[in-house]
């Protein structure tokens, strides 16, 4: 970490830091009144602990994605606006399909849940596989939370990186519903147009049952960058998503709550590289029940979460057969309790999970993975005094195959007044192999048909030990987040040579440390500016940097309310230079965006923007980028709520 804060210092002029030293002092001793006096309003975020907190006293650095940045941004998708967080990157591959990375580490690092409850069909696909995103009507989300930096200890194995917690809208009270549609073009190249629909309805039965049915369907042509290209620079896709609910409430003190998913996710068979083809689609169906207490003594919550996923795969690079079947099944069951003793508020509980991934062409001998795991977690919030407060938390992980894992957590939050927290932890992190990582009869082609991957018995699970440090500022007009945040993983795993082929091995240590800026102000009352940036220094054992990590990442905007029912923003996205190998840089790149929302009538808004306003292209030189970049694309949209 001493690294990462060195670079915070060389980079502020003497005179910059005496002013944040003054405005801190200053802000440490003006008290509770000047809260009072602002009067913001703060979400509640439970993704960061057991219970409910503000993001002043969440144990946690955290950023929320509200219901209407989603409807005012319709032309980004849920990737691209978690991608554009403090601490947070999504990385496209050379088709478009999307990886989010926490602070530096993989997409796998990174645990996806909804309401909750984990999501996840990457085990059988996990190559390209981004279904998980698009799974859930965009209409039906509520907010997204994202946790930066490792959860293990109340989450377990794959929150290593963090946690993106989508809660989707809860029925209630008198019928609301939403019609959403979306349109965008391309401006250049060939194809490319988008098409995206959404409803969204809930509201009470009765005095004691609510239901909630959301659905999408979102169509995405191929769009090639040259008329006369065979390959596209992002694929075809069609998605069709429900999501419904209901919710009963038994008496005052208990709910219960029944959940159904369905999710299509297809791409088209089509040419992904030279000579190269493939189709996939997935068929995921998830179905959830919950109790939900609220007792004297505190709140209880039990759930059983079942999710199950078929894949078709067809891919001309595989050996025979080149069309194959995948199913994976996760299941999930899960209680725990919270209650205040003395100064003690306590959150335990337990988990059993069970997770089976069938794939008879690449599971040589027996078709399949299975493996159970359970675990139990306490947490502990310990008031110190009115304005510190501590968190100790531990959770003990018990897989099938690795054994017990212990990762604890201690957080400490010192709230000097409502506007001004100061923050910091040290926890560890695991993370279990993947199936196709730990059984050494997998192995799929790979390097175009002349290699393949093979799984590992001797594999080992992956640790880390993370540090972070930081404040939160909150005024009328003003927020700011900043943290410095260090992580030293052991065991990372990677592939390695093994002869012609290639082996899953644990080979590296790895440390990843940065700086995450987080901040909003409003300069007028119809014109304010948001921003978030992020420093990232990465190196692997033999002290080379991890590749395609932006060194720096800066997005912006400015917005600007023009009357009570016209708004507009500028967007910018900076992304720095990042290492393509060991020694070889890419250059740094900008895009700017423009949007306008107009409220037509109290329940009719239109919304319409140019993405890539300046039409950048990571085609006009020699640089080996991962990603491709959509050329200039004009959008519009409409929601209606009645």
Sequence with gaps: MLSALSVVRRSLRPGFRLTILASSLALAHQGSAMAEEAGYSDTLIVSASGTEHTRMTAPAFTTVIDAQALRDNPAQSVADLVGRSAGVSNTKDSTGRDEIRVRGMAGSYTLILVDGRRVSSSNALWRGGDFDFSSIPRSSIERIEIVRGPMSSLYGADAMGGVINIITKKGGGEWQTTLDASYEMVTSGEEGQELRANLNSSGAVNDDVYLRFSAEIYNRDAWFEDKEDSVPAQEEKEARNISAGVSWDIDDQQTLDVDLGINRDDRPYAEYSANSFREQSIERNTFAVAHRGRWDWGSSYLSLNHESGEIDDYNNRYTAPEQRYLEEENTKLEGRASLKVGINQVTMGTEYQHQLVSDKDSFAETGESKADQMAV?????????????????????????????????????????????????????????????????????????????????????????????????????????????????????????????????????????????????????????????????????????????????????????????????????????????????????????????????????????????????????????YSNIVARSLYIGASYDF
């Excluded at 290699?451 to 001797?458: A, L, M, V």
């Excluded at 940097?545 to 923003?569: C, F, H, M």
């Design 377 to 625: 977690f306490i947490e502990d919030q310990i008031s110190l005094t009115d304005q510190l407060t501590l968190t100790l938390g531990g959770r003990y992980d018990h897989h099938e195959v690795y054994g017990g894992e212990f990762t604890p957590r201690g957080f400490v939050v010192y709230q000097l007044n409502d506007s001004l927290s100061l923050k910091g932890g040290v926890s560890k992190a695991y993370k279990a192999p993947a199936p196709y990582q730990r059984v050494g009869e997998y192995q799929i082609v790979s390097c175009g048909g002349g290699c393949f991957i093979t799984g590992n018995d001797d594999i080992e699970p992956e640790t880390s030990l993370n540090y972070e440090l930081g404040v939160e500022v909150q005024q009328k007009r003003f927020h700011l987040s900043a943290v410095a945040f260090k992580s030293e993983v052991e065991d990372m795993i990677n592939r390695s040579a093994n002869g012609s082929d290639y082996i899953w091995e644990n080979q590296d240590e790895v440390t990843v440390e940065g700086i995450e800026l987080q901040g909003s102000t409003h300069l007028t009352d119809s014109l304010s500016l948001d921003a978030s940036f992020t420093y990232l220094n990465t190196e692997d054992g033999d002290g080379n940097p991890l590749t395609y990590r932006p060194e720096q990442k800066l997005d912006a905007g400015v917005n600007w309310k023009a009357t009570d029912k016209i708004s507009s923003r500028l967007g910018v996205s900076y992304l720095g230079e990042q290492y393509s190998d060991a020694t070889t840089k890419q250059d740094a790149y900008t895009l700017l965006d423009l949007s306008v929302n107009a409220q037509v009538s109290q329940g009719l808004t239109v919304r319409g923007g140019v993405n890539n306003l300046t039409d950048v292209s990571l085609d006009d030189d020699d640089d080996n980028y």
